[in-house]
């Protein structure tokens, strides 16, 4: 058993409620909406208000944990989170459930890069990667299972069981951390960007909003399009502000590292796709195939398989090809299995479709190792916490923008039809279009460095039998 173990464990089972939580309530929206006398519809401001949350706190989660230390801001966000899930069980009202789903959205942007920033500064380079794979089980996970956990909940239990389930695992996650986890803190702490956290906050607040409500029809066309150019503004106004500050709360300069200007931008690109693949995916099972969310829930879980046999096999895989080789080639094959899953019909066998989920599910797990590991190769300990935040906001960003994507894939072929009555062949071009845009991530890849993170999973072991 590696030394990292307990604490890899215990930040992948915070990031796994985490996870869970934002897919869980999708499924259990309308009989929420019921309890609350709401129309569904409006719901959905609850699954904006999370990511508004997220977007808002995350930038600042690398300075809490240099200032406070990591175990006290990790064990803070859990606390937090566990807290947001309790309101949200006990909530009456939208507004309550929306202010509930805002708390549990600043305990998991403390959580998520906070749970990462432990391992990174505990664990070994030579063992990043290998820490860092349990770490992708959670992230994908999360999203197969919530929605055939939450329609069992709310169909055999009650929704707010949802949320409660929160509270024993915060608990004993709250004790854990407190056991095992080392306060780890940067060396000289910087101080905060007031400035540059409102700017940023506000402006990806109102582009990831924008961006949620673009194609849900909750907001009218003008509203949506002021939304998005406030956001960009005040995105432009904050990268005017950070080249002429000395600690900005997104170092927009660590992009100046070629490792980790791939990783962010050629990941964020490749995680477009994946960010709309729970998105697209359930629908086509459940609108186009006519499946109970329990039965495509099922289908789709198939894909954790695959994620999970890919924890035991990232390291010698990127140990004897190397990063960029796997980037590129990986890449690519995720993004060919992604669109074929554009080609299932209503007839096509279950057996065929989760093959190739699961093995689509084994190569993006692998992609988001790589990508994730390779974000640190040339960090050094007092950059990293800014760049696990600024890595954390881009994931963020490229997961909501594959879901406004995804959708517009859908939009765009009914506007083609000239209909507004959805098809399967939508769904066809939904997938082919984000496994376009996923594809565009190897043009970036390319210019890694032949060596680039040799030191994170050890020596390629043809370059080891060639010194030998």
């Given at each position: 058993m590696p030394r990292y173990f307990v604490t890899a464990l215990i930040v992948a089972c915070a990031l796994f409620m985490e996870n869970l939580d934002g897919t869980v309530i999708a499924t259990s929206l309308p009989a929420i909406a019921t309890d609350l006398r709401q129309d569904p519809i409006a719901l959905k401001l609850a699954l904006t208000s999370y990511l508004l949350s997220l977007a808002i706190f995350i930038p600042a989660s690398g300075w809490a944990a240099d200032k406070f230390g990591a175990r006290t801001v990790f064990?803070?966000?859990?606390?937090?989170f566990t807290l947001g899930s309790i309101l949200c069980g006990q909530s009456s009202a939208l507004w309550e459930f929306v202010v509930a789903r805002m708390i549990q959205g600043l305990g998991g942007a403390m959580m998520v890069p906070v749970g990462r920033l432990v391992l990174l500064r505990?664990?070994?380079?030579?063992?990043i990667v290998g820490a860092l794979s349990y770490l992708m089980i959670p992230a994908l996970l999360g999203p197969l299972c919530g929605p055939l956990i939450g329609g069992f909940i709310t169909t055999y239990f009650h929704w707010r069981w949802i949320f409660y389930v929160n509270v024993p695992i915060g608990?004993?996650?709250?004790?854990?951390?407190s056991l095992f986890i080392k306060n780890v803190r940067g060396e000289t702490p910087w101080p905060l960007d007031a400035r540059g956290f409102l700017l940023s906050g506000a402006g990806l607040a109102s582009l990831i909003f924008g961006l949620t409500v673009a194609d849900r029809g909750v907001f009218g066309?003008?509203?949506?399009?002021t939304l998005l150019v406030v956001g960009a503004v005040l995105l432009a106004l904050y990268w005017l502000h950070a080249r002429n500050t000395k600690f900005p709360i997104l170092d927009l300069r660590l992009l100046a590292v070629p490792t980790f200007r791939a990783s962010v931008v050629g990941g964020s690109l490749f995680r477009i796709g994946i960010g709309a693949l729970p998105f697209l995916l359930p629908l086509m099972l459940q609108l186009g195939f006519g499946m109970n969310p329990f039965q495509s829930g099922s289908v789709t879980f198939v894909a954790a398989a695959g994620a999970m046999a890919m924890k035991v096999t990232a390291v010698p895989i990127l140990r004897f090809f190397g990063f960029r080789l796997v980037l590129v080639f990986d890449a690519l094959l995720s993004c060919a299995f992604l669109a074929s899953y554009g080609l299932f019909t209503a007839s096509t066998p279950a057996a065929l479709m989760m093959g190739l989920l699961l093995f689509g599910g084994f190569f993006r797990s692998?992609?988001?190792?790589?990508i994730n590991a390779i974000t640190?190769?040339?960090?050094?300990?007092a950059a990293m916490s800014r760049a696990t935040s600024f890595a954390a906001v881009a994931q963020q960003l490229s997961l909501s923008l594959g879901i406004a994507v995804?959708?517009?894939g859908i939009e765009a072929s009914r506007a083609l039809r000239g209909s507004q009555h959805l098809t399967v062949a939508d769904f066809h071009w939904a997938f082919l279009l984000v496994a376009i845009v996923s594809a565009t991530s190897v043009l970036w890849f390319l210019h890694l460095p032949k060596e680039a993170g040799t030191d994170l999973a050890g020596a390629p072991r043809r370059k080891a039998m060639q010194q030998g």
């Open positions: 064990r803070a966000a859990i606390s937090i505990t664990v070994p380079r030579s063992e608990i004993v996650g709250i004790a854990l951390v066309k003008q509203l949506v399009a692998l992609e988001f190792t790589a640190y190769a040339e960090m050094d300990s995804g959708a517009f």
